[in-house]
């Protein structure tokens, strides 16, 4: 996606925690959301932080920070369900729209 | 709510042939929005609309891909003639409130295949 980098693949155990990084450029962006995406099926909301720190909503929480152009979505307790991709996606307010990441696609192992 | 609504949810067809895919958003949502999906490409806005008026196509690949909303409760995006490059899966999305800071909601995609 154009102006969001986020890693292509990552890989980890079940039970443990992952972070899932995403960086983009400033300007023009105002807050940031996570999608998740299961394999055949359309993306689905997550979370959408428009102020600097870290939201929880229960296994998952999401940190932004806007002056360094910066998320990361952290997933605990990783459960074998939670291998998907993950999203990042930018409100454009230059452009009234969403510029959305490549996806991280993350593979969750017994 | 029944959600965003996609026909039909598989399309297969020929090179040459016309394809249309229809979006019906959630009531109420003001936003309608259509990506196309790929792995090489990753998900891709092609165009959306506000209100139902237009608002930037500039994603639309080609001038064989045109999308139309003639109401609040109705979207169709067409290629003609379609090409097997065009194989993807082409989701529709709304969403309500104003501009783009809301969560879209997407529809369960539609899977072509242009052979």
């Known amino acids: 996606g154009q102006n969001i980098d986020q890693p292509t693949e990552m890989t980890a155990t079940e039970g443990a925690i992952v972070q899932i990084n995403c960086t983009y450029q400033?300007?023009?962006?105002?807050?940031l959301f996570w999608y998740q995406q299961h394999a055949g099926e359309a993306p689905t909301f997550l979370s959408y932080?428009?102020?600097?720190g870290l939201e929880e909503k229960g296994r998952f929480s999401s940190f932004l920070s806007r002056s360094k152009g910066y998320s990361y979505l952290l997933l605990k307790e990783l459960q074998m369900k939670d291998s998907a991709s993950y999203l990042c996606?930018?409100?454009?307010?230059?452009?009234?729209?969403?510029?959305f990441g490549d996806g991280t696609t993350l593979t969750v192992k017994p | 709510d029944a959600g965003v609504i996609q026909s039909p949810r598989h399309e297969v067809t020929e090179m040459g042939q016309e394809v249309t895919l229809r979006c019906k958003p959630i009531?109420?949502?003001?936003?309608l929005f259509w990506y196309r999906q790929t792995m090489m490409r990753g998900l891709e806005l092609l165009i959306y609309?506000?209100?139902?008026?237009?608002?930037?196509d500039s994603g639309m690949p080609e001038d064989r891909f045109s999308a139309k909303m003639p109401n609040a409760s109705f979207s169709t995006l067409k290629i003609q003639p379609s090409e097997p490059r065009d194989s993807a899966v082409y989701f529709c999305?709304?969403?309500?409130?104003?501009?783009?800071?809301?969560?879209?909601?997407f529809g369960p995609g539609t899977r072509l295949t242009v052979l």
């Open positions: 609309f506000n209100n139902n008026v237009p608002i930037d």
């Open positions: 932080n428009v102020l600097d």
């Open positions: 996606a930018g409100p454009n307010t230059n452009a009234g729209k969403s510029t």
């Open positions: 999305a709304s969403s309500f409130g104003g501009y783009s800071y809301n969560e879209q909601f």
């Open positions: 400033t300007s023009g962006f105002n807050g």
């Open positions: 009531s109420g949502h003001d936003y």
